[in-house]
C-alpha cells in the first residue's frame, strides 16, 4: 500500500488461490462506508484500476456495489480455472487516512472478513511516500473475525514504511487489520468541500446529479429570458413640491416620508432649499495648499426671516 501526500492511497493486492473442482474465479468484497466510533458515516471512495495474473495478462472482471461493498467479480463465466491461479488486484482508495491531534494513521483490513476458505498467510507491506522521514512510526495489527482485537501477527518499522504478518491460518470470514501511523504534516488532510462530495458519493450517485444540473440550468435560463418584465406605475409630473397645510413641505420632510428615515442626502437638500428660497447664502471658499488646493462652503444667515408653517 502507497500513501502519497494528497492523502490517497494505491493499493496492489496479490492474491494466490488454490481451486477446487470446477470455480469461474473469485470474488473480492471490498467496503467503502464505515461507521466510525461516534456514529457517524465514513466514506471512503474506491476506484479500481486493473486486475492482471502474475504475468501481467488481464482477468475479465466486473464491479457492482451492494449496500456498504464493492463486489469485484474476476473471472471468465465461461471458463473454469484449477489449481493455483494468481489475482493482482491495483486501486485506488481515498478518505482513509484518520488524522488525530497528535499523529495521522491508516486503519485497513487487509484481507476483508467475506472469505468464505482459509487464508494460509497474509502480509502487507506499507510505505509512506512523503518527502520528510517521520521522526516517530507507531504500528499494530489484529486478526479473526470482525472486531476482534486478536495480535497472532508480527510487525516491523523503519524509514517510512511497515511490514506485518500474520503468523497462524485464518479461518473462514476471518480478516487481517493493520494500523500504522506516523508524525503529523507529511500528508494534507483533504479540504472539507472534498470530503462533502466524497460523502454524496457521486460515483454511485451520478444519476441524482442529472436532474439537479438540469434544474440549475433551466432556472438561470428562466432567471435570464422567461421572467416576466417589472411594470412600474406611471409616474405623475409634479412641477412643485406638495403641500401640507397649505404651505410646501421641505425637502427633508419629503424624503423622511419617502423611506422613513432622514439621510444626510435629505439634510443637504434642505440646505440647497433654503438657498435657493434666499433664506441663506451658499459661498465657496478655495483654500491653497502646498500641494493640493482644498475648498470649502460657507452658509451665510440673510436677513429675511425663516418661517416654517
Not at 472478513?113 to 489484529?142: F, G, R
Not at 482485537?149 to 503468523?167: L, P, Q
Not at 434544474?215 to 418584465?229: A, Q, S, T, Y
Request: hydrophobic share 40%; charged share 20%; aromatic share 12%.
Amino acid at each position: 500500500m502507497l500513501i502519497k501526500e494528497d492523502s490517497s492511497i494505491t493499493v496492489t493486492e496479490n492474491i494466490t488461490m488454490k481451486f477446487h473442482g470446477q470455480k469461474h474465479g473469485i470474488y473480492r468484497e471490498i467496503p467503502f462506508r464505515y461507521s466510525d466510533d461516534r456514529g457517524g458515516t465514513i466514506t471512503t471512495p474506491v476506484n479500481i484500476l486493473s486486475v492482471t495474473d502474475s504475468n501481467g495478462n488481464k482477468w475479465k472482471y466486473n464491479v457492482s456495489r451492494k449496500g456498504n461493498i464493492i463486489n469485484v467479480r474476476i473471472g471468465d463465466p465461461k471458463k473454469y480455472v484449477h489449481g493455483l491461479q494468481t489475482y493482482i488486484i491495483s486501486y485506488i482508495v481515498e478518505n482513509a487516512i484518520l488524522f488525530f491531534e497528535d499523529h495521522d494513521e491508516l486503519y485497513w483490513n487487509v484481507t476483508g472478513n467475506y472469505w468464505w476458505a482459509t487464508i494460509k498467510e497474509a502480509s502487507a507491506s506499507v510505505n509512506l511516500a512523503a518527502k520528510k522521514q517521520s521522526q516517530n512510526l507507531w504500528a499494530a495489527c489484529y486478526t479473526g473475525a470482525a472486531g476482534s482485537k486478536e495480535t497472532a501477527c508480527r510487525f516491523d518499522t523503519s524509514n517510512n514504511n511497515g511490514n506485518f504478518v500474520t503468523i497462524r491460518n485464518l479461518g473462514i470470514r476471518e480478516g487481517f487489520t493493520v494500523a500504522f501511523g506516523w508524525n503529523k504534516g507529511l500528508v494534507f488532510q483533504p479540504s472539507a468541500w472534498k470530503r462533502f462530495l466524497w460523502f454524496l458519493n457521486l460515483r454511485q450517485n451520478w444519476v441524482f446529479i442529472v436532474p439537479l444540473i438540469s434544474l440549475i440550468m433551466m432556472f438561470n435560463l428562466w432567471r435570464g429570458k422567461g421572467r416576466d418584465p417589472v411594470v412600474r406605475d406611471s409616474i405623475t409630473v409634479m412641477y412643485e413640491p406638495p403641500k401640507s397645510n397649505n404651505n410646501y413641505i421641505t425637502p427633508a420632510e419629503a424624503g423622511t416620508l419617502i423611506d422613513e428615515k432622514l439621510d444626510p442626502k435629505d439634510i443637504t437638500s434642505t440646505i440647497v432649499g433654503l438657498a435657493v428660497k434666499g433664506y441663506i447664502q451658499i459661498e465657496e471658499i478655495r483654500k491653497e495648499g502646498i500641494l493640493f488646493n482644498s475648498t470649502d462652503y460657507y452658509l451665510k444667515r440673510m436677513q429675511k426671516e425663516i418661517f416654517w408653517n
